[in-house]
């Protein structure tokens, strides 16, 4: 659900976004996102997704520690991307964030998205926002469809690599070395 609604009218930019939160222009209105300048109330979270996102974020702390202490795993996080966008992924995988706003997308190593409401915008919109903006690998772990769709080789045209892996098969990741998490759980 967009609350832009006004074709003439000019989009948000992320700082005028974070400066509406800040003030309490949102106030009732916490779980959103600004995507393409518009804000877009989020689905609530049910237990699958819930599980799901924690599963991952969990995997991914335990690889951190092990390979990558230095980064930071972080769930439900603003991604700043100006001018327009100011998503909220399930799970980021950054570089220490500086300052007290969104996650600055240059950070990212990696993010995750749950879809089962969201899948038409994970796998459409986000996914050629993540690609553009220079994400180095993204991963749509898609309920509905009991799979994970694994995209790495961002540019201006989209993803130069895609895979799909059905639940129950291990995700590796390609930009990062010994990071996989087992899906066997999921399905």
Not at 17 to 44: C, K, Q, V, Y
Not at 52 to 62: I, P, S, W, Y
Not at 98 to 119: C, F, N
């Amino acid at each position: 659900l967009s609350l832009h609604g006004n074709a003439a009218a000019e989009p948000l930019r992320v700082e005028d976004f974070d400066l509406l939160a800040m003030n309490g222009g949102l106030e009732g209105l916490e779980r959103t996102e600004l995507l393409d300048g518009d804000i877009h109330l989020m689905s609530p979270q049910y237990l699958r997704h819930a599980m799901a996102k924690a599963m991952f974020h969990e995997a991914l702390l335990d690889w951190k520690r092990q390979h990558k202490p230095e980064l930071v795993v972080l769930s439900e996080v603003s991604v700043a991307m100006p001018p327009y966008d100011e998503p909220i992924p399930d799970v980021v995988l950054c570089d220490t964030p500086q300052g007290s706003k969104g996650v600055q997308v240059e950070t990212v190593h990696l993010l995750i998205e749950v879809a089962d409401d969201s899948r038409k915008r994970d796998l459409g919109y986000k996914k050629a926002l993540y690609a553009a903006q220079g994400v180095p690998e993204y991963w749509v772990v898609d309920l509905a469809k009991g799979k994970v769709c694994q995209f790495s080789e961002p540019g201006d045209a989209g993803w130069g690599a895609e895979a799909e892996l059905a639940f129950g098969a291990r995700v590796e990741a390609v930009t990062l070395a010994g990071l996989g998490v087992e899906t066997a759980q999921l399905g």
